[in-house]
């Protein structure tokens, strides 16, 4: 009968992880949840680490096993098994941690300002350099303050905001209301791109009231999580461009009616060209056969691939 949900998908390589999460949760100030974690057929086995709880807290956890689905379809099996009388789901990253106030901090603000999709602030070490909190949104765009402490504004145009840079939002931080976890779900097959922010545009766009905290509400893991980690020399970095480059096709056809947000996906989309043009100009520099199979198929979806290949080789041969 707990009114919010917390969802953790479970995939690591090392032995700590999910526990240190877990018992961020079980600290919170507000107690009125209760847990799902997916174990998305991780390489470390999750009764490792929930061999340390007590019997009280372990009755709180529902652990479902599946196969591996990457992150997005993880999250989808921990939304389908939301129970009736949740009123809201919170994600939590496994290398993530909340601080204390997190959950109470959502329930009162989201029941107080009538919101079904909320975000906190994050924190992060010198690697996670490029998010910004929400006190740093009321300096450059058009915004309501809704509340002084913690301080809670919401954003008139929410979505363009966050189309022009997404930096601020943050899955570990993110709580949704039935009338969203009910109905949108991730696109479980674009894992290791930007499956994410089209979850993100998705519930903006079906959210009644987005409001966003600018106390921080969890702690950035760092990166020890494995789903992440891939760079241009990585094997899989040019499927994860094209995966980013269907996403953003996607956002927009949701945003069809939205000049703004279409030249910010544009834009976007033009970056992940380039990015995954490059990568293979590397591998034929290092010896290797470009991944020509991924790259027919992301021509025979996106034939502008092609003049962004002749714009880039243009580039070079001039310089």
């Known amino acids: 009968m707990a009114k919010i949900t917390v969802l953790i998908p479970f995939y690591q390589k090392q032995p700590g992880i999910l526990r240190r999460a877990l018992q961020s949760v079980f600290a919170q100030s507000f107690q009125d949840f209760d847990i ?4 998305d057929e991780s390489p470390y086995a999750i009764d490792l680490e929930l061999e340390p709880l007590d019997a009280e807290k372990r009755a709180r956890i529902h652990v479902i096993c599946q196969k591996n689905a990457g992150p997005g379809g993880a999250r989808n099996t921990g939304l389908d098994a939301v129970p009736a009388t949740s009123e809201f789901a919170a994600f939590l990253d496994s290398d993530d941690e909340w601080t204390p106030d997190h959950l109470k901090n ?10 079904d ?43 363009s905001v966050m189309l022009k840079n997404w930096s601020f939002l943050h899955l570990s ?50 990166g020890v999580n494995i789903f992440h980690s891939i760079d241009a020399a990585s094997p899989q ?21 939205k000049p703004t947000e279409i030249a910010s996906i544009r834009d976007y989309k033009t970056v992940a060209r380039k990015q995954a043009l490059w990568s293979q100009a590397g591998r034929a520099k290092r010896g290797k056969m470009p991944q020509f199979s991924v790259l027919f198929r992301w021509f025979r979806r996106d034939p502008a691939l092609i003049q962004s290949a002749f714009s880039l080789a243009v580039g070079k041969f001039s310089r």
């Open 173 to 222: 931080c993110m709580v949704i209301g039935r009338s969203l976890f009910e109905k949108i779900r991730f696109e479980a097959e674009l894992r290791l791109a930007a499956e994410d922010v089209l979850f993100f545009c998705d519930c903006v766009l079906g959210a009644k009231r987005v409001i966003l905290c600018d106390a921080a509400g969890a702690v950035r893991g760092e």
């Open 36 to 39: 799902v974690v997916v174990d």
């Open 237 to 257: 970095f040019l499927q994860q461009q094209f995966n980013t480059w269907v996403a953003l096709d996607t956002l927009e056809r949701r945003f069809a009616n």
């Open 117 to 159: 999709c909320y975000w906190a602030s994050i924190r992060g070490g010198d690697d996670f350099y490029y998010h910004f909190g929400m006190a740093e949104l009321q300096k450059t765009e058009q915004n309501n303050r809704l509340q002084d402490d913690p301080l809670v504004i919401e954003l008139p145009e929410m979505s």
């Open 106 to 115: 959502a329930y009162e603000a989201m029941t107080q300002f009538g919101a």
